[in-house]
């Protein structure tokens, strides 16, 4: 369903994205590990032109766009069809819960307002927060105010959602609600490309685990596998590192 073909970002003549291949098939859920700035974000956001890659082939289902020749139509298209899910939840302030999640189906789908304020309010039933309708950001608290962005990642019916780390601006009381979340996302087989560093979430969520390093793509498999038996040593060491602070469920 999507496929990215040496996609190749560039900073300051750095290259942060070195020939990215990947493939996501629809239903799978794909967790990004790896050590912090080697690219994971990156990847994200190239992939809806948050960031403009400056080489590459980006396709989603029978959209296929050219990076280095991609056009307006082109970069609306792809943001159709995906929804970002920010670790800073860059939710409106001036809107309230149910305004955040109605935007993008108003200015981005061209619904009517009473059309995307009633698939608004199914969102927020689905999320939990029904009664938080009318409440503006400030008022929510940070696992509330991430729910709200995710809810209107979920409201977009996009191909894919991209998770950029969603849980690190959280403190440690909220992420539980978060992940719980995205877990019900997964077991309704939503397409998730999720970049993270909570390993157990990896671990029981994940299809498919890919661990990024220097801008490529150095070893992917299931969690089973990437876990236990990682064979890249690099794989090894940053696992050996991360599951020093934070132990990961014993596989069965």
Same mark, same amino acid.
């Not at 970002?9 to 912090?36: H, N, T």
């Given at each position: 369903?999507?496929?990215?073909? !040496?996609?190749?970002?560039?900073?300051?003549?750095?290259?942060?994205?070195?020939?990215?291949?990947?493939?996501?098939?629809?239903?799978?859920?794909?967790?990004?590990?790896?050590?912090?700035?080697?690219?994971?974000?990156?990847?994200?956001?190239?992939?809806?032109?948050?960031?403009?890659?400056?080489?590459? !082939?980006?396709?989603?289902?029978?959209?296929?766009?050219?990076?280095? !020749?991609?056009?307006?139509?082109?970069?609306?298209?792809?943001?159709?069809?995906?929804?970002?899910?920010?670790?800073?939840?860059?939710?409106?302030?001036?809107?309230?819960?149910?305004?955040?999640?109605?935007?993008?189906?108003?200015? +981005?789908?061209?619904?009517?307002?009473?059309?995307? !304020?009633?698939?608004?309010?199914?969102?927020?039933?689905?999320?939990?927060?029904?009664?938080?309708?009318?409440?503006?950001?400030?008022?929510?608290?940070?696992?509330?105010?991430?729910? %709200?962005?995710?809810?209107?990642?979920?409201?977009?019916?996009?191909? %894919?959602?991209?998770?950029?780390?969603?849980?690190?601006?959280?403190?440690?009381?909220?992420?539980?609600?978060?992940?719980?979340?995205?877990?019900?996302?997964?077991?309704?087989?939503?397409?998730?490309? +999720?970049?993270?560093?909570?390993?157990?979430?990896?671990?029981?969520?994940?299809?498919?685990?890919?661990?990024?390093?220097?801008?490529?793509? %150095?070893?992917?498999?299931?969690?089973?596998?990437?876990?236990?038996?990682?064979?890249?040593?690099?794989?090894?060491?940053?696992?050996?590192?991360?599951?020093?602070?934070?132990?990961?469920?014993?596989?069965?």
């Amino acid at each position: 369903m999507i496929n990215v073909r !040496h996609l190749i970002k560039r900073f300051g003549g750095s290259a942060v994205l070195d020939g990215i291949d990947l493939s996501i098939e629809q239903g799978e859920i794909i967790v990004v590990i790896g050590p912090s700035g080697t690219g994971k974000s990156t990847l994200l956001r190239c992939l809806n032109f948050l960031e403009k890659p400056e080489a590459g !082939h980006i396709t989603i289902g029978d959209l296929c766009v050219d990076a280095a !020749h991609a056009r307006r139509d082109d970069i609306l298209a792809l943001r159709r069809r995906t929804a970002f899910v920010f670790q800073n939840y860059a939710l409106f302030a001036n809107k309230t819960a149910l305004e955040n999640i109605a935007e993008g189906l108003i200015v +981005v789908n061209r619904w009517s307002k009473n059309k995307a !304020h009633s698939r608004a309010h199914e969102i927020l039933e689905r999320i939990g927060l029904a009664d938080k309708a009318n409440a503006y950001p400030a008022s929510l608290s940070g696992g509330q105010q991430q729910r %709200v962005g995710i809810g209107r990642a979920m409201a977009a019916q996009a191909d %894919v959602i991209l998770f950029d780390e969603p849980t690190s601006s959280l403190d440690p009381e909220w992420v539980e609600e978060v992940l719980a979340l995205m877990k019900q996302l997964a077991t309704e087989r939503q397409t998730m490309l +999720v970049v993270t560093h909570e390993m157990s979430f990896a671990q029981d969520v994940a299809d498919r685990v890919i661990f990024m390093e220097g801008g490529r793509i %150095v070893e992917q498999g299931p969690p089973s596998q990437l876990f236990q038996a990682p064979k890249d040593p690099r794989t090894r060491d940053f696992l050996r590192k991360v599951l020093a602070n934070q132990p990961i469920n014993p596989m069965g």
